[in-house]
């Protein structure tokens, strides 16, 4: 997907779900801290999908985990994924972001 939309302004993507970002988070961290099981499996999978329209697979799977503890009602290692795995992999995926806005690649 990323492929053919490079023609037509993948900065635009990258842009939306950049700004969208903080709000992801945010969420995912208000269903945590409210111990709400289906809001967290709502908010990881809408995080989620915005991932996967920009390929970042290694994200993706650490929402499929977010999910997979929401569905089993496991919130303590949901908190531990959200602590210990997204906030890395979050600032990875958005300085990659950046450079291909900068470079287009």
Known sequence: MRQDMRGR????LIDIFLNELPTYLREIQ???TTHDSELLHLKAHK???GCK???ASRVVAWCEQL????QK???QR???VFANEIPREVKELREALE???LTGK
């Open 99 to 101: 450079r291909e806005k």
């Open 73 to 75: 009602q496991n919130l």
């Open 9 to 12: 302004g993948i900065n635009w």
């Open 47 to 49: 995080f989620k999908g």
């Open 53 to 55: 329209n920009l390929g």
């Open 30 to 32: 208000e269903a945590l």
């Open 67 to 70: 999910e997979t503890c929401a």
């Open 78 to 80: 949901a908190a531990e």
